[in-house]
């Protein structure tokens, strides 16, 4: 592993609920990142996958443990500086693409550079075209999501994770929804991504034909990492 | 302003045009509800007003009452003051106090008289009169008695009276015809009926007599001095305030409009407080209305809303996008309900011409500008309740991940 990782969890736990009802989820994760690699995260339902890319995202706080990413101690800042470093530093794909209905495909590729400066610039205007070309949009520049295909909208939502320039994207099961050809259609998206861009990708995925796409496999089984 | 948060509102709003509209004009109802009671209420105080204060003094300065001195030392002894009534009550020197009067901000006119009792007499009929001697170029400046006339012409001649119609009524009398007056001073002379007016007040028109300032000081023996300066001001509601200011600037007795008609004054007072009452809950109904729209858009971009917090959107992004869809049906809402209402109401007949029956709005007192001001204002307080949940909502839980 690296000296200089780009996060690192140690002893990470996660409980839900309290006294009898408490379920603890994550039970004392060890990981860390190093940049440019495209890890998978696999495991049966319930292994605590999600939950761990929603603390890794600053989506939501870990119970106990430390975690750090690029010098910043997540576990103790605010919410409002987690935010900031969220919009920063971070991007997300989701199972189903969450694109804002009344934006147009461009639209929402800026839409987290536009949230973070209050406004749309010629700037942001001109990196998410590229970034729509990078994905193979161009021409879908000014359709809303409701007319497009899954498979486009995915690869929108991959554009819109990268418009900040993230040094990790945080990816749930981003081809869950997809059909063969359309999920590998985006797994060479991330991949060219990855190798041109140097940017992380984590990827939570049952898919053993995803996760042998990636360099690095870590397996979750019972909130406990199992093989890394 | 965050220049995104205004985009994504307007976004919001137009993405369901229909809920919009029906919305905007749930607003824009309200704010011409509004604008109507406010142009009613107004409306109708001033056409009361003008009817009750149009012919009547606003304010009336007279010399104060004059209560005799003690003589005897303070002690056990009971005194008890009678009102001196051993000198006639005059403003003798006068002249001093006019420009004082013409210069206090809110009046627009004043009226020096000479008042008396008399009676006419024609034949065997006698009626008790009240004579009003005023200054020929002064005549209409309290009771418009050129707008009133009737029959014959509002000069006054030293010979010549104008008399009210249903005095004339009463007495058979006519335009030209010669009445004799004795005043309660033991004077008489003959006059000339020179016209006749109708004010529409029944005791001035069966009760004053006018005539010539200088005649009326020989009937009246008054050489030099005044009975009252009476005073119009505007506005009329002003008058208290502008009393006082007089009864320190001139030391005369000054008395307000508003203190012999309390009663109207309270029924207007009524009357506004009703119009603000019923202007409150339009508001309201507005605050809930926007409120209650802003509760179901907010439930609805749910996902939405975690979306873009979980993209890095700030909490304060989300208040102001909400807070601004809310501000916006607000203001265009009440645009287009103040626009409604000045449409509206623009064929209507101003208040000086409403016939009997019909309704007294004064569209200047419409109150438009306040309208979409307190209806933007009361729908940007709507929302930010609602866009404070929808800044809270929990983007894991929002976006079901």
Redesign the interface.
Known sequence: MSADPIFSVSGLTKAFGEGEGEVLVLRGIDLAMEAGEMTALLGPSGSGK?TL??IL?T??RASGGSHAMLGVDLMHAS??ER??F???H?G?V???H?L????SALENVM??A???????TRAMRSRAMDLLDAVGLADRRDYRPSAMSGGQRQRAAVA?ALI?NPVLVLA?EPTGNLDRQSADQVMDLIRSINRTMATSFLISTHDEHIAAQCQRRIELLDGRIVRS | M????V??AI??L??HPGQTALLMAGVALGVSVFIFMSALIGGLATLLTQRTVGSIPHVVLEMPDRDPSVLVPSGAAQVVLQKDLSRRDQIAIWQPAVPIIEKTPGVTALSPQIRGSAFVERGQAVAPVGVIGVQPGKLSDIADIDGAMVDGTSTLPADGILIGSRLAGDLGLRVGQVVRLSSDRGRARSFRIGGIFSLGIASADRQAVYMNFTTARALFDLPTGISRIEIKVQPATDAPRIAAALRRSTGLKATAWTEDNSQLFEGLDAQARTGTIIKAFSLITIVVGIASAMLLSIVRRQ??IG?????????G?VVSIFVLEGTLIGLVGAVVGALAAWLALLPLPPVSEVRSGGLPIDRAQGDFLLAVTLTTLAAMLASILPARNAARID??EA???
């Open positions: 999600s890319l929603t995202g989506l939501m919410d409002a935010t900031e969220r919009s920063r971070l997300f989701f199972q189903f969450h804002l209905p009344d934006l839409m987290p536009a949230a973070a400066a209050g406004r749309e819109r900040n749930d | 965050n220049r995104y948060a985009k994504l976004r919001h137009l993405a996902a939405e979306i873009m917090r979980a993209m890095g959107a700030s909490k992004l983007p894991v976006i079901g991940q």
